[in-house]
C-alpha cells in the first residue's frame, strides 16, 4: 500500500490569502487526485493531478482557485486561491494502485479561513 | 450518473452488539465498491472493496460486507462492535478503471458503553 504525506496537517488562514498544500507518495503512482471534505459532509473530486499536464477538474472546480502541480509521479501540490470562509475544509490527496485497484487517502489538510 | 445512497446518517449501537450500515449504488454496470472509515481527526481508511467474485468480502477490523446485485447494495456488517468503531464510515463506488470515487454522505456510528 501507498503512504501518502500531505502538508501542511492544519493551517489557520486569513481571507483572501492563499495556501498551497502538498502531498507526497512513497512510491511512484500514475494516478492521484484532491478531494475536498467540508464540514459535516462527505468527499468530492476536486480534480485528477496528470504528470507532465494541466489537471483535469471536475464540473463546479476551476484552476484559477484551484491550481495543481504535478511535476513527478510521486508529488503534487494543491492550492486553494483568493480564500474565504467557504473554502474552510479538509483536503484530501489520494493515489491509485493500478495494479490492486485500491485507492489510498493521506490523512488530509484541514483548513480554517477567517 | 452514478451516485451511492447512504441513507442512515447516525446510528447508535451498544457495545457487543451487531452492527449493519447500508449503502446502495445506481450504476448501469457493477462499479468497484469500497467502504472507509473515518475517525476523529484522521484521514480515511480503506477496511473493505469489492470488483469481482465472492460477494462477500472480508476486511480489516472484523468489518465484512456483501455485494448485493439484484438490489444494487453493498452493506457492510460488525458481529460485535468495539467503543474504537465510533466513527464515520463512507460507501464509495467508482467505475472499473476510472478511479474516480463517488462517495456517499457517510454514517456516523456512535457506541456506547
Known amino acids: 500500500s501507498a503512504v501518502i504525506s500531505q502538508k501542511p496537517s492544519r493551517d489557520i488562514c486569513q481571507r483572501g490569502t492563499s495556501l498551497t498544500i502538498q502531498c507526497q507518495v512513497d512510491?511512484?503512482?500514475?494516478?492521484m487526485f484532491w478531494y475536498r471534505q467540508q464540514p459535516g459532509q462527505s468527499l468530492t473530486l476536486i480534480a485528477t493531478?496528470?504528470?507532465?499536464?494541466?489537471?483535469?477538474?471536475e464540473s463546479g472546480f476551476v484552476i484559477d482557485k484551484f491550481p495543481i502541480s504535478r511535476p513527478n509521479l510521486t508529488f503534487s501540490t494543491l492550492t486553494v486561491s483568493n480564500m474565504s470562509p467557504e473554502d474552510s475544509s479538509i483536503y484530501l490527496c489520494?493515489?491509485?494502485?493500478?495494479?490492486?485497484?485500491?485507492?489510498?487517502f493521506g490523512e488530509g489538510s484541514r483548513l480554517t479561513v477567517l | 450518473a452514478q451516485s451511492v445512497t447512504q441513507p442512515d446518517i447516525h446510528i447508535t449501537v451498544s457495545e457487543g452488539a451487531s452492527l449493519e450500515l447500508r449503502c446502495n449504488y445506481s450504476?448501469?454496470?457493477?462499479?468497484?465498491l469500497f467502504w472507509y472509515v473515518q475517525s476523529p481527526g484522521q484521514g480515511l481508511q480503506l477496511l473493505l472493496k469489492?470488483?469481482?467474485?465472492?460477494?462477500l468480502v472480508q476486511g480489516i477490523k472484523g468489518f465484512e460486507a456483501e455485494f448485493k446485485r439484484s438490489q444494487s447494495s453493498f452493506n457492510l456488517r460488525k458481529p460485535s462492535v468495539h467503543w474504537s468503531d465510533a466513527a464515520e464510515y463512507f460507501c464509495a463506488v467508482v467505475q472499473p478503471n476510472d478511479y474516480k470515487l463517488s462517495f456517499g454522505a457517510g454514517t456516523t456510528v456512535t457506541v456506547r458503553a
Open positions: 450504476y448501469g454496470a457493477t462499479p468497484y
Open positions: 512510491s511512484q503512482v500514475t494516478m
Open positions: 469489492y470488483f469481482s467474485g465472492d460477494t
Open positions: 489520494s493515489v491509485a494502485d493500478g495494479h490492486t485497484g485500491e485507492l489510498f
Open positions: 493531478a496528470n504528470q507532465g499536464s494541466e489537471a483535469t477538474y
